[in-house]
T-cell receptor
Framework: AQKVTQAQTEISVVEKEDVTLDCVYE???????LFWYKQPPSGELVFLIR??????QNEISGRYSWNFQKSTSSFNFTITASQVVDSAVYFC????????????FGTGTRLTVIP | DADVTQTPRNRITKTGKRIMLECSQT?????MYWYRQDPGLGLRLIYY???????NKGEISDGYSVSRQAQAKFSLSLESAIPNQTALYFC??????????????FGPGTRLTVL
């Protein structure tokens, strides 16, 4: 069974602060894929990043960075120098290569950046 | 034009009414999915289809039915809507031949309210 846990329900930070969103996953599969999505107040899902289970390299994209650690089954997301436009709900998701190939989502973390 | 479209975008209906949510895609993907998002619960899989003749139940299919009218169209029906089906519904597509990641592409969502 696949499971994704985002223990942080809501986080508030002041603009320009750094913030890390935690994601812990469970799977018995050896091959799987991890994703982060952003859901702004308008409701659509915005794809941010994907990672496969064989690639543990951390990634940086502008103010965003991701830390994937198989040893702790974690795929954490850091926003550096947060901005008001970063305010959204962020979802971590896991996809296995078997079965429906669907995404298993965490419950999301609502990030509020205070100006 | 958007690759994955959903109609309607917003709908308010009454308990007991039949309602259909439609999803269309221009990506040429065989696989299509319906997810439901409830506050604090993330997205959960309702139904999925690997091709026109292959339809499968997901995690929370009770109270829903689907129809895959063509490769490009996948409709979700609530035969007799009830208030706890009030949620944000997402359609998604993926292409298993699309490479390592089989990324899912989401529609903009349909916000359904059942009174």
């Amino acid at each position: 069974a696949q499971k994704v846990t985002q223990a942080q329900t809501e986080i508030s930070v002041v603009e320009k602060e750094d913030v890390t969103l935690d994601c812990v996953y469970e799977t018995r599969d050896t091959t799987y894929y991890l994703f982060w999505y952003k859901q702004p107040p308008s409701g659509e899902l915005v794809f941010l990043i994907r990672r496969n289970s064989f690639d543990e390299q951390n990634e940086i994209s502008g103010r965003y960075s991701w830390n994937f650690q198989k040893s702790t089954s974690s795929f954490n997301f850091t926003i550096t120098a947060s901005q008001v436009v970063d305010s959204a709900v962020y979802f971590c998701a896991l996809r296995a290569i078997t079965g429906a190939n669907n995404l298993f989502f965490g419950t999301g973390t609502r990030l509020t950046v205070i100006p | 034009d958007a690759d994955v479209t959903q109609t309607p975008r917003n709908r308010i209906t009454k308990t007991g009414k039949r309602i259909m949510l439609e999803c269309s895609q221009t990506k040429g993907h065989d696989r299509m999915y319906w997810y439901r998002q409830d506050p604090g619960l993330g997205l959960r899989l309702i139904y999925y289809s690997f091709d026109v003749k292959d339809i499968n139940k997901g995690e929370i299919s009770d109270g829903y039915s689907v129809s895959r009218q063509a490769q490009a169209k996948f409709s979700l029906s609530l035969e007799s809507a009830i208030p706890n089906q009030t949620a944000l519904y997402f359609c998604a597509t993926s292409d298993p031949s699309g490479g390592l990641y089989n990324e899912q592409f989401f529609g903009p969502g349909t916000r359904l309210t059942v009174l």
